[in-house]
């Protein structure tokens, strides 16, 4: 079988006469999946042949094998499966960004995904670097939105994963003390009250009074509020419930 590269395909020049070459360029995004059960990648294997600008690449049961498609292959999104372990998968996400000479989620935006997963669970795969966080009962069109957007650089989630707290509309940080800016930050990065204690110089129980100041101004319930407000400040996409 003949491969076409369409990635070093050029544009053809004018009919009344020679003009420089501009090469087209490839837009389809390519997706592999690292899922506890192969019958899974299957499936998006399937639901991505006839699928326009997106295209299956490689499916694997291995995290040891997807580090390696990721280093050789780069795919734009790899499909990754909670079912591995959550701690299994933070650590993994810890790997591929600072084990090698290169973050490999650089080139490849990584969305985990399971038959559950808990607001808490969420946002630490989001702070470890996932790109995207989608449930296996999501719909056709919700997959399909999900690798989409993050194919194109941004981040994405179903609303539904956070409850109330992902719903609230954006909150005036200018309200907010410079000091209560400055926890508010570390929150959103995913530290606990004891590590902003220890990185502000200041006791844990006065990082309890300004989280209280901040719920207060901004009308945001808990801490995974502040933290997925913060996301989408940074552009993530969220799918409605």
Known sequence: MNVIDTSTAFAPA????????QRVQDETKTVSVCDTQPVTAEGIRTLLSDCQGL?????????ARARDVLRDFR???????????????????AEIRSSGPVDLTANTAIVIWGASITEAEALRFLQAGARGILR???GISVILACLRTVAAGR???EE??????????RYPRSELTAREQQV?????????NKEIALDLGIRPG??????????????VRGRYGLALNGLKERGMAMAPA
């Open 155 to 157: 981040s994405w989630m």
């Open 14 to 21: 004018p009919a009344d006469g020679w003009a420089p070459q």
């Open 206 to 219: 006065t990082v309890k009074i300004h989280l209280k100041h901040i719920f207060e101004k901004t009308g």
């Open 75 to 93: 795919p734009s999104v790899l499909m990754l499966d909670k079912a591995f372990g959550i701690q299994i998968v933070l650590e993994w996400l």
């Open 55 to 63: 295209r299956f690449d490689q499916g694997t049961d291995s995290l």
């Open 160 to 169: 539904s994963v956070f409850g109330e707290t992902g719903r609230g509309e």
């Open 136 to 138: 296996k009962t999501a």
């Open 184 to 192: 508010l930050e570390l929150v959103e990065q995913g530290f606990k």
